[in-house]
């Protein structure tokens, strides 16, 4: 396990289709983030699972953003009806136990561009 | 609310110190942090403190923090080329989850 692995690296899609990335954290950890990255702008909080329950959501995942982690290890991110404003990289971090580390390990992030 | 400043862009003279500012508004920050990301790759975790620290030092980094003026900064010091990069404040907030506001990021440019 070299780290946070997000698949695809790069998606391009037409506006209005579906988009969903995969996040899959560093083995044993517990708590996994999405962000959003746009050009010049630091990371976005989007949500954040504390093993498969969803315990934090940002007002800016509208309702066409839904993000699972099902048995508390990979998680999806869905985008419906794409919008160009949605283009941005996508960032998902992993951290273990708060009572063993507070680091996020982040991943190399996944590219969509909405054309 | 929750919000993290820092200055966009910063350039210095290789050999020089860099200092980096930042300034956060919630109070109930548990960490704050320093991250690092060159063009074209992931964010890289610098260093951070606990917001009951004041100081702490990792060899050429030294983060400093004022809790009473939320006040952040991070001096790299003997700075080289290959620091150039953008660097990311960010604070780590509990609020039922747990979630880290990031600034806008400051530009470090290195000059040799």
């Known amino acids: 396990d070299t780290g946070v692995s997000q698949d695809p690296r790069h998606k391009i899609t037409k506006r209005g289709q579906n988009v969903t990335f995969r996040c899959d954290p560093i083995?044993?950890?517990?708590?996994l983030y999405w962000y959003r990255q746009t050009l010049g702008q630091g990371p976005e909080f989007l949500t954040y699972f504390q093993n498969e329950a969803q315990l934090e959501k940002s007002r800016l995942l509208s309702d066409r953003f839904s993000a699972e982690r099902p048995k508390g290890s990979f998680s999806t991110l869905e985008i419906q009806r794409t919008e160009q404003g949605d283009s941005a990289m996508y960032l998902c971090?992993?951290?273990?136990?708060?009572?063993?580390?507070?680091?996020?390990?982040f991943g190399q992030g996944t590219r969509l561009t909405v054309v | 609310g929750e919000d993290v400043e820092q200055s966009l862009f910063l350039s210095v003279r290789e050999g020089d110190s860099s200092v980096i500012n930042c300034t956060y508004t919630d109070s109930s920050s548990t960490y704050l942090y320093w991250y690092k990301q060159e063009p074209g790759a992931g964010l890289q975790l610098l260093t951070y403190?606990?917001?009951?620290?004041d100081m702490k030092q990792d060899q050429r980094l030294t983060v400093l923090l004022n809790k009473k003026d939320k006040h952040l900064s991070l001096r790299i010091a003997d700075t080289q080329t290959g620091d150039s990069a953008i660097y990311f404040c960010a604070e780590s907030i509990r609020t039922g989850g747990f979630k880290t506001i990031f600034g806008a990021g400051t530009r470090l440019f290195v000059k040799a």
């Open positions: 971090a992993s951290s273990p136990p708060r009572d063993k580390n507070t680091e996020a390990f």
């Open positions: 403190i606990f917001s009951n620290m």
């Open positions: 083995s044993e950890h517990n708590r």
